[in-house]
Nanobody, 122 residues
Framework: QVQLVESGGGLVQAGGPLRLSCAAS????????MGWFRHALGKEREFVAA????????DYADSVKGRFTISRSVIKNTVYLQMNSLKPEDTAVYYC???????????????WGQGTQVTVSS
């Protein structure tokens, strides 16, 4: 069982940056791909970004390409989501996820964190 703990959410003005972190509890998680989804009020949970276990492959939703960057630290067993040029429509609860590969992440069959709220004011 992999436990994931997100941090870094908060309130930010439109156009500003914010960085989310997700720490994995198990050392074996370094062999897992990791990613982020978000769930806005009244909408379905949607894929945001994912990164392979080695960091060599990444995938992004079209809505965040060029604005968000996913990265990971193997030493710290942590994945990051750097969010720049934030928009009010980025407001959501952001969830960290971990799975064997990116395909499993995008199919929503991985482990999940509890989520962290991101609110972007206009």
């Amino acid at each position: 069982q992999v436990q994931l703990v997100e941090s870094g959410g908060g309130l930010v003005q439109a156009g500003g940056p914010l960085r989310l972190s997700c720490a994995a509890s198990e050392r074996t998680a370094i062999n897992y791909a990791m990613g982020w989804f978000r769930h806005a009020l009244g909408k379905e949970r949607e894929f945001v970004a994912a990164i392979s276990w080695g960091g060599g492959s990444t995938d992004y939703a079209d809505s965040v390409k060029g604005r968000f960057t996913i990265s990971r630290s193997v030493i710290k067993n942590t994945v990051y989501l750097q969010m720049n040029s934030l928009k009010p429509e980025d407001t959501a609860v952001y969830y960290c996820t971990a799975a064997l590969n990116i395909a499993t992440i995008t199919s929503r069959r991985g482990y999940w964190g509890q989520g962290t709220q991101v609110t972007v004011s206009s």
